[in-house]
């Protein structure tokens, strides 16, 4: 069965600093593996995926995460953190051409960013 | 375009009572999810579907029901509200490779 661990729950940076939010999963296959964002009081917004392809993936306010199959891991990183980017961060992971297939969240890192 | 929509966006239910959350897509999406949302779990997938008429549980469906007459529809019935189903609700949809769209939840408490 597919799963997914993030390792921290939560992260605390100064603006400036690197981010770097770990996500392994665990799937009998590759993959698909997602990075979800989520603010105070909203839903979950997607920040990038990774399908097939290029393993370096970049998505939105600068985030960007590689795909490591032989660590099986899927880290977010972002060169310098913003007081915006302060929020809880989802790793989530699905498996390719499966009939009912399911989309598995971890169990999120919250990031503070500090002046 | 709406996207995902959920309602009711609050609701306080009794101990027993039973309640229907919808959750519409615009999107012409086949996949769509109920997650749950409790502090420090992340989201625990309650019911999914892969297209109308065709549903399957997921981790977490005890206590709750769903169906998918249609492909824009996907209503979770909570027949005898506990306090353990005190949480935030989310529907999502996507297709396979790309990304899920959320609604904006609905909070739900049980007393």
């Known amino acids: 069965a597919q799963s997914v661990t993030q390792l921290g729950s939560h992260v605390s940076v100064s603006e400036g600093a690197l981010v770097l939010l770990r996500c392994n999963y665990s799937?009998?296959?590759?993959?698909?593996l997602f990075w979800y964002v989520q603010y105070p009081n909203q839903g979950l917004q997607l920040l990038l995926k990774y399908t097939t392809g290029a393993t370096l993936v970049k998505g939105i306010n600068g985030f960007e995460a590689e795909f490591k199959k032989s660590e099986t891991s899927f880290h977010l990183t972002k060169p310098s953190a913003h007081m915006s980017d302060a929020a809880e961060y989802f790793c989530?992971?699905?498996?390719?051409?499966?009939?009912?297939?399911?989309?598995?969240f971890g169990k999120g890192t919250t990031l503070s960013v500090s002046s | 375009n709406a996207g995902v929509t959920q309602t009711p966006k609050f609701r306080i239910l009794k101990i027993g009572q039973s309640m229907t959350l919808q959750c519409t897509q615009d999107m012409n999406h086949n996949y769509m999810y109920w997650y749950r949302q409790d502090p420090g779990m992340g989201l625990k997938l309650i019911y999914y579907s892969v297209g109308a008429g065709i549903t399957d549980k997921g981790e977490v469906p005890n206590g709750y029901n769903v169906s998918r007459s249609t492909t824009e529809d996907f209503p979770l019935r909570l027949e005898l509200a506990a306090p353990s189903q005190t949480s935030v609700y989310f529907c999502?949809?996507?297709?396979?490779?790309?990304?899920?769209?959320f609604g904006q939840g609905t909070r739900l408490t049980v007393v």
């Open positions: 989530a992971v699905s498996e390719q051409n499966q009939a009912g297939t399911a989309l598995i």
């Open positions: 799937s009998s296959v590759p993959p698909y």
């Open positions: 999502a949809s996507r297709e396979l490779s790309a990304g899920a769209f």
